[in-house]
Nanobody, 120 residues
Framework: QVQLVESGGGLVQPGGSLRLSCAAS????????MRWYRQIPGKERELVAVITNIDSTNYADSVKGRFTISRDNAKNTTYLQMNSLKPEDTAKYYC??????????????WGQGTLVTVSS
C-alpha cells in the first residue's frame, strides 16, 4: 500500500524558515499531484500548495511569495519550503497525494500530519 511519510515540522521563530518533506512509498503507476494542506483546530482545512505531474504549482493567497512547493520525481517526494514564517502559519500540515495505483485506481493518500508552530 502506498503511504506518505512527512518530516520537518517543529518550532520556529517568526521570520524564520522551515522545510517540510513528504515521501511517497509503495507501488504506484504515477503521482498525479501532491498537495500540502494545513488545519487549525476549529477551522476548516486549508489547501496551501499544489504541484502537478507537469510541475505546475498553485498557492493559497496567504502564503504566496513566501512558500515554495517542489518535487523530486526520483524520490517520489514533495517539499514545502516555508520562508518568512508568521504566527498565523501555525497549524498542523498534511501532505496529500493523488496517485494512480497499479490496478488503475485513483487514490488519495494522506500523511500523518506534522505540527508547525511559529512563535517567539
Amino acid at each position: 500500500q502506498v503511504q506518505l511519510v512527512e518530516s520537518g515540522g517543529g518550532l520556529v521563530q517568526p521570520g524564520g524558515s522551515l522545510r517540510l518533506s513528504c515521501a511517497a512509498s509503495g507501488s504506484m503507476l504515477s503521482i498525479n499531484a501532491m498537495r500540502w494542506y494545513r488545519q487549525i483546530p476549529g477551522k476548516e482545512r486549508e489547501l496551501v500548495a499544489v504541484i502537478t505531474n507537469i510541475d505546475s504549482t498553485n498557492y493559497a493567497d496567504s502564503v504566496k511569495g513566501r512558500f515554495t512547493i517542489s518535487r523530486d520525481n526520483a524520490k517520489n517526494t514533495t517539499y514545502l519550503q516555508m520562508n518568512s514564517l508568521k504566527p498565523e502559519d501555525t497549524a498542523k500540515y498534511y501532505c496529500n497525494a493523488a496517485i494512480m495505483s497499479r490496478n488503475l485506481n485513483v487514490l488519495e493518500i494522506w500523511g500523518q500530519g506534522t505540527l508547525v508552530t511559529v512563535s517567539s
